[in-house]
């Protein structure tokens, strides 16, 4: 059985650029949730995909996108970097929606200079 | 709003010393309680969980018992080990828009070391 598998790792970014960061659900899971995770902070929820279709959305603004592929994967869009986005932003799969019991990845540690 | 407060840390102790991790939450109606834990270098893990009231949820030694009366969920352990060092998010499971697009929402994690 596959994990939660994210890429890429690590990466820097400038003001004002865009980044798409990329999540690999587990295998039979078909929800995805995004989280940003400052450092010294609790994950943040930013907003949650289930077959396909956003179900659900914290408070991000709307230069936050998502999708979700018809084999569950998924990509965050963050446009218009500010240096606050610098953070670890989390995936996380689930066998089904609004459910506490999440399976994460390790992370993509996004550096906005 | 609802929201989940733990302990400050760090917390540092010695091996097979006891664990106490304090949680509490507000939250209106009855939301599912967890513990998730971050061990270094790795992603975020279900620790345990509780759905209801005066439930306890339990796994690698670990305990915590869903307190509605106190709104808390206390994290305990009693005899800590070196492979315990990571840090540990308690974490609310509620819907704001009338039973449906439930969120996790996680306290900011208490970093605990245990010396040999």
């Known amino acids: 059985e596959t994990g939660v598998t994210q890429s890429p790792t690590h990466l820097i970014k400038t003001r004002g650029q865009q980044v798409t960061l990329r999540c690999s659900s587990q295998s039979g899971h078909n929800t995805v949730s995004w989280y940003q995770q400052a450092l010294g902070q609790g994950p943040q929820f930013i907003f949650q995909?289930?077959?396909?279709?956003?179900?659900g959305r914290g408070n991000f603004p709307p230069r936050f996108s998502g999708l979700q592929f018809p084999n569950y994967s998924s990509e965050l869009n963050v446009n218009a970097l500010e240096l606050d986005d610098s953070a670890l932003y989390l995936c996380a799969s689930s066998g089904r929606p609004n459910t506490g019991e999440l399976f994460f990845g390790e992370g993509s540690r996004l550096t906005v200079l | 709003g609802n929201s989940v407060t733990q302990m400050e840390g760090p917390v540092t102790l010695s091996e097979e010393a006891f664990l106490t991790i304090n949680c509490t939450y507000t939250?209106?109606?009855?939301?599912?309680l967890f513990w998730y834990v971050q061990y270094p270098g790795e992603g975020l893990q279900l620790l345990l969980k509780a759905t209801k009231a005066d439930d306890k949820g339990s796994n690698k030694g670990f305990e915590a018992t869903y307190r509605k009366e106190t709104t808390s969920f206390h994290l305990e352990k009693g005899s800590v080990q070196v492979s315990d060092s990571a840090v540990y998010f308690c974490?609310?499971?509620?819907?704001?828009?009338?039973?449906?697009?439930?969120?996790?929402?996680f306290g900011k994690g208490t970093l605990l070391t245990v010396n040999p």
């Open positions: 995909y289930y077959r396909e279709e956003e179900n």
């Open positions: 974490a609310l499971l509620f819907s704001n828009s009338g039973g449906s697009n439930y969120k996790l929402t």
């Open positions: 939250a209106t109606g009855y939301p599912s």
